[in-house]
C-alpha cells in the first residue's frame, strides 16, 4: 500500500462500535441510588431513560433539539406567500397590459382599461374576474397563467409527492383518474374489506406517482394523512381574509374538472381514516421572507411532525414504551445518530426486562423482586459501613444469653450486653476478689447466713476477717449476666411516618433506606425472623418492600401511630413464639386515629387520638413488646409523647441524625433478638 495516506478522527456516525456493551446492573445501581436519597422510584426509572445511563443521551436531549427545530420552522417565513406571490404576478400581469392598451385607440383598449381599473383590490376576486379577460398583450397573459398553474402545481405537489413530471407534461386527466382511483381503494378499506390485491393492483398502475413507495395500504395513508393534515394546518394558520383569498385562488386554479371535488373527499377520506392527527390546529409563523403554498405547507407539515415526535419522546401517556417511538421519524426529522441513541434506549430497556431487573405495569415499569433484593443489599451495605465506622460495642449473637427464659445459669458480662445482671453473683465475685487481696470486708451479724462463695464458721465470723468494716466495689470484671433460653425467632413490626413532613425535611430517604436495609437483614441473615413494615399517615397500611421503594409522598395530614400500632399488635399475636420487636420511625406527634373505621385528623391533637394511641401501647405492653421510638426532629409534643410512652411501656428513645436512621434501627434490631423480657 505504498503512497496511500491515512487519516483518523474522532467517529462521528452512529455509535461508537467499539464500545462495551451497556451493563444493566450499573444502571440498576443508579436507580438504587435515587431510591435511596428519597426520590420516587416511577420518576427514576423514567428518567433513566430521559436523561440516558451515566455518559449516556437520553429521551430529553432528543426532545431538546426537536424543540429547537420547531422553533426554527415556526420562523421560516410568512404563511400567505402564495397570496402575495400571486398579488406579485397578478400586479406585474396588469401593468403590462396597461402598456400594451397605451400603445393603441381603439375603443376596445379604452374599455379594458376601464375593467383594469376597477378590478376588485382583493387578490383573489380580481383573478376571478379577469378568467375571461381577453389579454391584449402576451406578456401578461403568460403572467396571469403563471398564478393559476403555479398554484395548481404547488397544490397537487403537495399532496402527491411523484405529480411534477405529470403537472409539467399537462396530464391533469392522468392526476385525475389516479384521486378518482384512489379515493375508491380507501372507501373499500374504510369499510373493512380486504385490500391487499387491490392496493397491489394500484400501485402497479400509478406507483409512479408515488417515490416513497410505500409497502401496504397503511404506510400509503399515513403519508397521504401526513400531507392533507399540514394542508388543513396551513388554512388554519391563516387569518379569515387570508384563507378567503388562498381558497377562492385554489378553486380558481384547479379549475371546474372533477379534480377539485376529487382532492376534496381525498381529504374526507384521510381525516377519517387517520383522526388522531392534529388537523384543525393553526401556527403562527412568521419570518423575513414569503412561503409559496407547497413551502408552507412542507413547514407545517415538519412542524406537526416534530409535534408527534415530541409527545413520543415524551412518554406521558399511560403505558408508554420506547416501542411507542417511530425510529424512522426520528431519523428523518433528527438524523441517524438520533434514531441510534433511541435504538440503543429500546435495548437498554429491553435488557433490563429480560433480564428480570424491571416489570410492568399498569402504571409503568417498577423494579423487580430481584433489582429489590439487590436495592435492599446495598441498603444494608451502606448501613454496615456505618455500623463499622460508628460502634458502640460488640452486638453479635450468641447463643447463650440471647432471649427467653431464665434457666439458671450466668456469664461474664461483655460490652454490650443488655441482659439482666446476676446480682448475687456479681457480688460474690466482688467478695471474693477482695479477700483474696487481704482487704477487710465487712462482717455478717450473728445469725446472718454467710456471703456467697464463704463457708459458714462457728459465731459466725468469717476466715480471715477482721474486726473493721470496708464496703464492697464493684469492678467491670465482677458483673455477670443471667443467661436465657434462646428463643429461635423475632416477630418485628417497624412503622415508619409518612406524612410529608418526612419528605419536606429529607428524611424521606433515610427512611426509605432503612426500612429496605433491614428487609434485607432479615431475609437473608434472620430469615425465622418475621418482619412487617407498616407506613402511617391518616391511615395506616402494611407495605411489601417494592410499595415501599415506589411509594412517594403526598400532602395528606395525618400521623396515625395508633392504626400503626394495631396493625404491629396483629402482627406479632400471629406469632405468640417469637420475640416481640416494635420500632417507630417518626418525626411528629400522634394527631390521628381511627374512628369507625375512618381517619380522623386534628391539630393540636385531640383528647380522643392520644387515649386511643395509649390504648394501642397498653395492648402491646401486656403481650410483651416493648417500644422503642426513634425521634427524627425536634418537635416538642413528641418528645413529650414519647417519654411518656417510654415510661409507661419501659421502652427507649433514640434522637438519631436523619443519616443515621440505619444505623440505630439495625442496631436495636440486633439488640432486641437477644431478648428484652
Known sequence: MAGNRFRYGAWRDGPDPLAPPYDVRAAVDEVGERVLAGDSLRDVLRDLLRQGPRQGRGLDELRARARRMRRDALRRGNLDGAVTRAQQLLDQAIAAERDELRGRDDMDARFNEAVLDNLPRSTSRAVEELAEYDWASDEARGLYQQILDGLRREVVEQRFAGMKQALENGDFAGVSEMVADLNDLLARHARGEHTDDAFRQFMEKHGQFFPENPENIEELIDSLARRAAAAERLMRSLSPQQQEELSRLMDQALGEGPLRGQLAELTDNLRALRPQLNWGRGERVRGPGDLGYGEAAGALGEIGDLDELLDQLGQEHPGATLDDIDVELVERQLGRSAADDVRRLRELERELTRQGWVERDEEGLTLSPKALRRLGRTALAQVFDELKSKRQGQHDLRDAGAAGDLIGSSRRWEYGDEQPLDVVRTIGNAVRRRAGTGRTVARPRPGEPARPGEPARPGGAARGVGSSAVPVRLEPEDFEVAETERRASAAVAL???????????????????????????????????????????????????????????????????????????????????????????????????????????????????????????????????????????????????????????????????????????????????????
Open 495 to 677: 412503622c415508619v411516618d409518612l406524612s410529608y413532613s418526612m419528605f419536606a425535611d429529607g428524611r424521606w430517604g433515610p427512611m426509605k433506606q432503612t426500612a429496605l436495609a433491614l428487609s434485607h437483614l432479615v431475609a437473608t441473615q434472620f430469615p425465622q425472623d418475621s418482619l412487617q413494615i407498616i407506613g402511617f399517615g391518616l391511615h395506616a397500611s402494611v407495605l411489601s418492600q417494592g410499595q415501599l421503594a415506589a411509594i412517594d409522598p403526598t400532602m395528606e395530614k395525618g400521623t396515625n401511630l395508633q392504626h400503626a400500632l394495631n396493625l404491629a399488635g396483629r402482627h406479632l399475636r400471629r406469632h405468640p413464639g417469637s420475640e416481640p420487636v416494635v420500632m417507630i420511625v417518626t418525626d411528629g406527634e400522634p394527631t390521628a386515629h381511627l374512628e369507625d373505621g375512618e381517619g380522623v385528623f386534628w391539630w393540636p391533637p385531640l383528647p380522643e387520638t392520644v387515649r386511643a394511641t395509649v390504648q394501642e401501647v397498653d395492648h402491646l405492653t401486656r403481650f410483651g413488646a416493648t417500644l422503642n421510638f426513634f425521634m427524627l426532629g425536634e418537635d416538642p409534643g413528641l418528645q413529650r409523647f414519647v417519654a411518656k410512652v417510654a415510661e409507661r411501656n419501659g421502652g427507649r428513645v433514640f434522637s438519631p441524625d436523619a443519616d443515621e436512621l440505619g444505623r440505630y434501627v439495625v442496631d436495636d434490631y440486633v439488640r432486641a433478638r437477644r431478648g428484652r423480657r
